[in-house]
């Protein structure tokens, strides 16, 4: 079984993640500020991957987000350019 997700915030992180998740002006960065808050306060990333976000999302989509923000910090949280649907 894999390692679960810890986070473990500053109070500025923590404080960037509520704001973001409060009135950022796309949505999914409010639903990833949501869900590491979430893991930072001990929930399990399978709980809130399942039952505590807008969409059902799968473990491990929750569980990048996690580890991308540990990496890259705020920025890791944004989609990166060239990722996404693609219009001919």
């Keep these: 079984m894999p390692k679960p997700l810890q986070l473990s915030l500053t109070t500025e ?7 973001a998740r409060d009135s950022h ?18 929930w399990p990333g399978r709980q809130v991957a399942l039952h505590d ?9 929750v569980y990048t987000w996690g580890k991308r923000y540990q990496a890259e910090s705020f ?6 350019p060239g990722r996404g649907l693609r219009f001919a």
């Design 13 to 19: 992180e923590r404080a960037e993640l509520r704001r």
């Design 25 to 42: 002006e796309k949505p999914y960065v409010r639903e990833r500020a949501s869900a590491l808050l979430k893991i930072a306060a001990g």
């Design 75 to 80: 920025s890791g949280l944004f989609i990166r």
């Design 53 to 61: 976000l807008l969409k059902l999302r799968q473990s491990d989509t």
